[in-house]
């Protein structure tokens, strides 16, 4: 594989602030890369320096391993880029889907052909004379994606292209998407804020935070293995203690947090970590009840809050830290807690995951 | 109420007489002001577009001074153009004093912030990103340009009609600087001023009702067309999209003068 597009240096400021900063980033051919990050951490700023509609303060954008600057319309003629509105003028669907073509001097009978090729492919074909005005706004973005798809487009971008849709809308229309990116391989980056897109779709997941790349890679280590603190809160950690290791062998660490003794399978060689624990992968049960399976670390604790949602239970705990637990509606009121109840959380030695503290923490870069 | 019925009856007469200097002068004003609006057309669209997408310096001075300029006192425009066309002026040279080039060059003065104006704004009212979206199309800066003029097309006849508008029914600078030179540079809001200064109240409603069903009769066309226009969108209520066509005729109409 070879970088089809990367920012070296790359520093966008707003006023004195650098709200981006790219030591290096390498999109590599055919693959999806996600980005995420919270709002505010440069998302837009950096698919928009990818797409070449911005330039850098600093720092320089290659296509191809060569310099983009001096021919951004020329590459600008070989990318696509759906945004989070549809954006689509006024005019029917089918002459909005032929525009981009018509920019790119693609002749009428191959503009047709392929119009006609997305628009049915995203659902869409009955659309094709309407105006945008007359579309919901999951059509108007099937539109959206029909028009990029359409231009067969070298590079792919995608800023946040299903946040203003309702859930049922973007279900769908993320199975089309992951379809449509699967059959034409096209090198694509999806910037979202939410991680079941990152995940369904990228190949690869970049933690943009402050306007960094805090961690790169694949979905499961990201997620699984969050490098700092932040990146960790960030992808839904929301359990992050401060502990000790008090004794190591075999892949496993004994830790000491808030007097508690921790089981951990880990790496980790620093004499000192953060905890971090996933909230679905603690379990609770009632005081004095045995506990199957093979969960190693059992914690008394006191129930401080509840939050009730769906299908789940959020319980926060205090066990000398707080910690937070996940559970089934059904778990929850089979256990019949209540604020201040007294309970057992327990997890499994390999969910949790450690960050090392003292050592500086880098983000991993392939 | 007499001199309001002969008034009439005089006007009557002279339309029915299809008389030759009505004529030339009813063509001559449709040519000044015609000339003059495409000016200020290619003039004001280029201005309003960099107003509307540039980030310059002095920007705020421009658009007050464009704000302004829509309801610049037209003697004062004259006045300028006159200066500057005097034979002992900076382009006395052109000898264009008193020719219908000097009343065009005036009128376009006046047309062009109205123009100006309204490009402006409508092109401000469009969503900033839809710009960075028919750049990532593959548009140059030219075809950028174009295809969101089309998205403000309804609000740019509405200029056009505003423009028109402010061009034709203008008399104090196509005096000034025309002369209103019988056979030369008299128009109709030229020959009404005169008619009525020698108390031929006939002839002066005459051609003010030409000049009335001549201006109704342009904004009909383009008023035609923009509903077309608008039938073929079947657009449902888009609110806060590009400024509604109608209420842009009507703040055109009160800058007429």
């Known amino acids: 594989m070879s970088a089809k597009l990367s920012a070296r240096d790359v520093v966008v400021r707003r006023g004195a602030r650098a709200v981006l900063d790219l030591p290096a980033l390498d999109v590599e051919s055919g693959e999806t890369l996600a980005i995420i990050g919270p709002n505010g951490a440069g998302k837009t700023t950096l698919l928009l320096q990818l797409a070449l509609l911005e330039r850098p303060a600093e720092g320089e954008v290659l296509y191809d391993g060569a310099p983009a600057r001096g021919r951004e319309l020329a590459l600008r003629r070989r990318m696509a880029v759906v945004f989070q509105q549809p954006l689509l003028l006024d005019r029917t669907v089918r002459k909005n889907v032929e525009t981009g073509m018509s920019l790119r001097r693609i002749g009428g009978g191959e503009r047709r052909r392929r119009a006609e090729a997305w628009l049915a492919r995203f659902d869409v074909a009955h659309l094709a004379d309407r105006r945008p005005l007359a579309l919901s706004g999951g059509e108007a973005q099937r539109v959206s994606l029909a028009r990029a798809f359409a231009l067969e487009p070298e590079v792919l971008l995608l800023d946040e292209p299903f946040s203003a849709l309702d859930a049922p809308t973007r279900a769908g229309l993320i199975e089309d998407l992951a379809a449509a990116l699967a059959d034409t391989r096209t090198t694509t980056v999806l910037v979202t804020h939410d991680h079941d897109e990152a995940a369904r779709l990228g190949d690869r997941v970049g933690v943009l935070i402050g306007g960094r790349i805090r961690q790169i890679g694949r979905p499961a280590d990201v997620f699984g293995e969050p490098a700092d603190a932040e990146v960790a809160a960030f992808v839904g950690v929301e359990t992050i203690v401060p502990a000790e290791v008090i004794a190591r062998g075999d892949g496993m660490l004994t830790l000491s947090a808030a007097g508690h003794q921790l089981e951990a399978v880990s790496a980790v060689t620093a004499a000192r970590a953060l905890v971090c624990l996933r909230p679905e992968d603690v379990s609770l049960s009632a005081p004095g009840e045995r506990i199957s399976g093979s969960a190693r670390n059992k914690l008394p604790a006191r129930v401080t809050r509840i939050t009730l949602t769906g299908a789940d239970a959020r319980v926060e705990l205090d066990c000398g830290f707080r910690l937070v637990a996940r559970i089934t509606r059904r778990s929850f009121e089979d256990l019949g807690l209540r604020e201040g109840a007294e309970t057992v959380a327990s997890f499994k030695a390999t969910a949790v995951h450690l960050i090392p503290v003292g050592v500086s923490a880098r983000a991993e870069t392939h | ?257």
């Open chain 2, 1 to 257: 109420m007499d001199l309001v019925w002969e008034a009439l009856k005089d006007g009557v007469r002279l339309l029915a007489h299809n008389d030759e200097d009505v004529y030339s002068i009813t063509i001559r004003s449709l040519y000044v002001s015609g000339v003059a609006t495409v000016i200020s057309l290619v003039l004001g669209i280029g201005a309003g577009a960099v107003l509307a997408f540039r980030r310059f310096p002095g920007r705020l001075a421009v658009l007050t001074l464009v704000n302004t300029g829509m309801g610049f006192p037209p003697v004062v425009i004259g006045l300028v153009v006159a200066i500057l066309l005097w034979r002992s002026g900076p382009l006395g040279e052109l000898h264009w004093i008193y020719t219908t080039r000097a009343m065009i060059i005036a009128q376009a003065v006046i047309a062009t912030p109205v123009i100006t104006g309204f490009t402006a704004a409508s092109l401000a009212s469009l969503d900033p990103r839809l710009r960075l979206q028919v750049y990532a199309l593959g548009a140059s800066r030219l075809q950028m340009l174009w295809l969101l003029l089309q998205e403000v097309r309804l609000p740019l006849l509405a200029a056009l009609m505003a423009g028109f508008g402010a061009a034709i029914s203008e008399v104090g600078a196509s005096v000034m600087v025309g002369g209103n030179i019988a056979g030369q540079t008299r128009v109709l809001t030229g020959a009404i001023l005169l008619e009525q200064s020698r108390g031929n109240f006939g002839p002066a409603l005459a051609l003010g009702i030409i000049l009335l069903a001549l201006m109704i009769s342009v904004n009909a066309l383009f008023t035609w067309v923009q509903i077309g226009v608008r039938d073929r969108q079947r657009a449902e209520a888009s609110p806060g999209r590009a400024p509604d066509a109608a209420t842009m005729t009507s703040a055109g109409a009160l800058l007429r003068r």
